[in-house]
Structures are given as C-alpha cells and as structure tokens.
C-alpha cells in the first residue's frame, strides 16, 4: 500500500547542485521520521539524512553541511537539496522511513563527475 517514488537526480559536475523529491503515498505521513538513502555499486545503502516529524534533522557526517533535508506534510513528499556536491557522492538514492522499512522505490541516480 504504501509507495515511495524519487525523482530529481542527474548528472552535474563536482561543486554543483540537485535537489532530489520523494513523495510518499499510502500512510500517515506527518507521525513518520523519513530518511534519504544512498547506494553506490559494491557498496551498502546508508542513511545520509533523517527528519522527524517535527522537522528536527540529522545527517551523516559525508554530507553534513551541504545537505538539506526538509518536509511538506501537506505535500506527503520530502526534498534532499544537495549542494557542493562531490564525486564520491554518486549513488542511486532512495527515500524511506527510519522508525521502520517498507518496500524501497525505484531511486534517483545522482551521478557527480570529476
């Protein structure tokens, strides 16, 4: 029931900006901590980013200080703005809850060259 559904990535150069969305379907959205995850090839998906449901942020000290994440409760959906952006930033990121997992979307491929 529940659907997760990224957009927003692209290819950019180191230093460059994408500012990815993820909208969120099929729950109460507004009591749930949401979480922005990456995946790079051989490497194991991690949490880059996590906000409450009272906006309060988290970020993983990789991307501390040039990643936002933020909410629209209205909306259902939540942005990751991504600034200075790094090639070791390339991943396929996903959306999803922290308190617990439901089925992962299809990702957004952010691809930063060098």
């Known amino acids: 029931q529940v659907q997760l559904v990224e957009s927003g990535g692209g290819l950019v150069q180191a230093g460059g900006s994408l500012r990815l969305s993820c909208a969120v379907s099929g729950t109460i959205f507004s009591i749930n901590v949401m979480g922005w995850y990456r995946q790079a090839p051989g490497k194991q998906r991690e949490l880059v980013a996590s906000?409450?449901?009272?906006?309060?942020?988290n970020y993983a000290d990789s991307v501390k200080g040039r990643f936002t994440i933020s909410r629209d409760n209205a909306k259902k959906t939540v942005y990751l703005q991504m600034n200075s952006l790094k090639p070791e930033d390339t991943a396929v990121y996903y959306c999803?809850?922290?308190?617990?997992?439901?089925?992962w979307g299809q990702g957004t491929q952010v691809t930063v060259s060098s």
């Open positions: 906000i409450t449901s009272g906006s309060n942020t």
């Open positions: 999803n809850f922290v308190t617990y997992f439901v089925p």
